[in-house]
């Protein structure tokens, strides 16, 4: 790439061995800021892990991390907070007897002081959350229903309305899309645009290959681990994109090397 | 995002105001032992003459500060989805060491802080155990509890060690403050707080969270760990505490003290709406829970039945209750 600013994120010979399987293998990802990365793969090639070293919920077995030129090393998903870094896991990460304002401020709670003691902000916590959902656009009937009672979409709009909510630098959403209905999806692809242009980086999971042609600049296709492909959203279209995923596949089990090449288009 | 107005316009909401219903069945635990719990009331005073009197009642709220004030911190270690079966043993051993160390001439106030100190090591211990080496609480506690039954056992011999009943040691058991057993006043400040730590504060938050989703806590940037390892101090320093009433209450130390205290602290608990999956948890519930245990214990004495019967009956009733729990009030939560 040409560019050159400072990136947002970049991460270098990324690997993390599950046992005997290697989850990430030399792995990298650059992320400019304002920039909406779209990492696709087959299922198991490595995304959500790759993003989940990012998040800090995994830490790697090698690899580095910048973020804006800095070297970091995340110990725990506090420490990638803290460098505003959000993530939207694939499994929503929401605590089910926890009521939806209990879980937007899950881990950084308003307090007030009673006699010097802090508590739960709770009058506070509920109206901002009520203030966050709307701004989203999300419609949940009441902050105080547990998260166990609400629709697969609902709670997915949560998990979604949680990351986007606290001022973040990168925005992570691992398949953020996949229970939601048609309105919701247009709603979460215009908020992806939006905050893009404030600045914000995005990093999109998902199997929706048409939504990345409606937000991404750019799409990284992972294999097995490694990066395979990385094409500029105006170089490609959704076949060659198929084709760098699925057809990688075939094209690696008789080369036994997964060298870029390019497929049809 | 516009829709053909006529169709989706004018639609009643599908939410309406929460009832007085709604939130009865929400909190059906609570609801259904407090139910209970004015049953088994009404029941004995009906059977019985003694038990509706102000000394039996008084005497049952001084009986039942031990088991008051370990279900509370036990209400904290069950919402984490964990378990602490060594409160019992902890009881015993504080008791025969706060009577040792009077009789050696240790100043009151030092014996206590000492017996305190005591049961958070042994829950830093377990605690450690637990949530840095991911060891399961019911085989951790499991070992806690023989391990440190036996020390009680070894420091006494087996015997009770006494206490001097002029040393102000035993006021904590015996003495009486406005109208109110002492022991029942320590249960009740110490209830209102774990009232309020529970429902009120980030800790009391993160505990429900651990129990509801570990990973999602943890990935929301808090650290599980260091809650798991505090659940167990609290119920470490719960059993040192009612370690200490009881060897006041009694004026002597017996390392025999408190077999089989933590059923009926894990039987009050449950009784009282917690889940034993974790999660779920109410110290409310975990308040009535731990009443109906004392008055059951107390009714079916002054019932005239063999003592021996008292274990067969709170056995059933806590089955039974619970049964019912599960059947009537299964609402708010999804049925699963
Ligand atoms: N905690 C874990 N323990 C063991 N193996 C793991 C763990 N997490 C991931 N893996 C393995 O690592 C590989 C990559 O998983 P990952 O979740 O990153 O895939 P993915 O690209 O997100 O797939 P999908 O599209 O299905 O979500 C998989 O083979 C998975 O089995
Ligand atoms: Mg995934």
């Not at chain 1, 002081?113 to 902000?121: I, K, Q, T, Y």
């Amino acid at each position: 790439m040409t560019d050159t600013s400072v990136s947002r994120v970049r991460m270098t010979g990324i690997s993390k061995r599950y046992g005997a399987l290697q989850s990430l293998d030399n792995a990298s990802l650059d992320l400019k800021p304002g920039e909406v990365l779209g990492l696709v793969g087959d299922n198991g090639a490595g995304k959500s892990t790759i993003s989940k070293v990012l998040s800090g919920a995994v830490i790697p077995d090698t690899g580095t991390i910048e973020i804006d030129g800095r070297t970091v090393s995340f110990t725990s998903p506090a420490d990638a907070r803290a460098a505003r870094i959000e993530m939207v896991y694939q499994d929503l990460a929401l605590c089910d007897t926890i009521d939806v304002a209990g879980n937007l401020f899950l881990g950084r709670e308003p307090k007030r002081r009673l006699a010097g003691v802090p508590m739960l902000d709770k009058t506070l916590m509920h109206a901002r959350a009520r203030d966050m959902l709307s701004n989203l656009g999300i419609v949940i009937p009441d902050t105080r229903m547990k998260v166990e009672n609400l629709s697969g979409g609902q709670r997915q709009s949560i998990a979604i309305g949680r990351a986007a909510s606290f001022n973040p630098s990168v925005l992570i959403m691992d398949e953020p899309t996949a229970a939601l209905a048609v309105a919701e999806v247009e709603a979460v692809l215009e908020l992806i645009r939006t905050v893009s242009k404030r600045g914000v980086s995005v990093i999109l999971i998902t199997h929706r290959l048409q939504d990345l042609f409606l937000v991404c600049d750019r799409i990284q296709v992972m294999y097995e681990g490694r990066n395979v492909a990385e094409r500029r959203i105006e170089d490609t279209n959704i076949e060659e994109v198929v084709n760098l995923i699925v057809g990688r596949k075939f094209a690696a089990r008789s080369a036994g090397h997964p060298a870029e090449r390019s497929v049809s288009a | 995002m516009s829709a053909e107005p006529n169709a989706y316009a004018g639609h009643q909401p599908r939410m309406r105001e929460a009832t007085l219903l709604d939130r009865t069945i929400a909190h059906g635990g609570v609801m259904s032992i407090a139910l209970f719990f004015i049953v088994c009331c009404l029941f004995f005073s009906v059977t019985t003459n003694a038990f509706l009197t102000a000394p039996n009642l008084l005497n049952i709220v001084r009986q039942s500060a031990p088991l008051l004030i370990v279900a509370a911190a036990m209400t904290f270690v069950i919402t984490t989805g964990g378990i602490d079966l060594s409160v019992g043993s902890v009881l015993a051993l504080t008791a025969t060491l706060s009577a040792a160390s009077l009789q050696a001439g240790i100043p009151w106030p030092v014996a206590i802080l000492m017996m305190l100190a005591l049961g958070a090591l042994v829950g830093v211990i377990q605690g450690y155990f637990i949530a840095y080496e991911r060891i399961p609480a019911f085989i951790v506690t499991l070992a806690g509890l023989s391990v440190i039954r036996g020390f009680a056992l070894l420091i006494t011999g087996g015997y009770s060690i006494p206490i001097e009943p002029t040393s102000p040691f035993v006021a904590i058991g015996r003495a009486w403050v406005f109208g109110i057993p002492a022991p029942a006043l320590i249960a009740t400040v110490v209830l209102v707080i774990a009232y309020i730590v529970f429902n009120e504060t980030h800790f009391g938050r993160y505990v429900t969270g651990v129990g509801a989703n570990a990973e999602a806590t943890r990935r929301a940037g808090v650290d599980t760990r260091r809650i798991i390892l505090w659940v167990y101090v609290l119920s470490g320093m719960a059993a040192a505490a009612a370690g200490i009433i009881l060897a006041a209450r009694l004026g002597s130390g017996s390392s025999n003290a408190g077999q089989g205290f933590e059923l009926d602290v894990i039987a009050a608990v449950v009784l009282g709406g917690t889940s034993l999956f974790g999660g779920r948890g109410s110290l409310a519930g975990t308040i009535l829970g731990a009443l109906t245990v004392a008055v059951l214990a107390n009714g079916l004495i002054l019932s005239h039945l063999s003592p021996f019967f008292t274990p067969i009956v709170t056995g059933f009733i806590i089955l039974v209750a619970i049964w019912l729990n599960f059947r009537l009030f299964r609402g708010g939560a999804r049925g699963r």
